[in-house]
Nanobody, 125 residues
Framework: QVQLVETGGGLVQAGGSLRLSCAAS????????MGWFRQAPGKEREFVAA????????KYADSVKGRFTISRDNAKNTLYLQMINLKPDDTAVYYC??????????????????WGQGTQVTVSS
């Protein structure tokens, strides 16, 4: 079964930290860029962070720069998102996604073809 599974979400107070993981099964992440996106209630899904296939290039939304770090472990077929200094505005369902082959780190949803089911992150004030 081909799937991406996000874990690590939860409820945290403002200023707290969480680390999200995205484990792949039935598909490889090697040679593919990956991305994190999020969707808050009543809002459209938005880009959070992206990383190229070997981790040498990353991109971030302005709203998370300096607070979130995307990384990957290709040997474990896993993507991560370390989040610190969380704010109530970070409350959303977070999704990981695999980019299309040969696509670099991208903030475009249309360049990602496999998506996880999402994990809820709730930041209380």
């Amino acid at each position: 079964q081909v799937q991406l599974v996000e874990t690590g979400g939860g409820l945290v107070q403002a200023g707290g930290s969480l680390r999200l993981s995205c484990a792949a099964s039935g598909l490889t992440l090697l040679n593919y860029a990956m991305g994190w996106f999020r969707q808050a209630p009543g809002k459209e899904r938005e880009f959070v962070a992206a990383i190229n296939w070997d981790g040498s290039n990353t991109k971030y939304a302005d709203s998370v720069k300096g607070r979130f770090t995307i990384s990957r472990d290709n040997a474990k077929n896993t993507l991560y998102l370390q989040m610190i200094n969380l704010k109530p505005d970070d409350t959303a369902v977070y999704y990981c996604a695999r980019a299309q082959y040969f696509a670099g780190a991208s903030d475009s949803e249309s360049r990602h073809d496999y998506w996880g089911q999402g994990t809820q992150v709730t930041v209380s004030s």
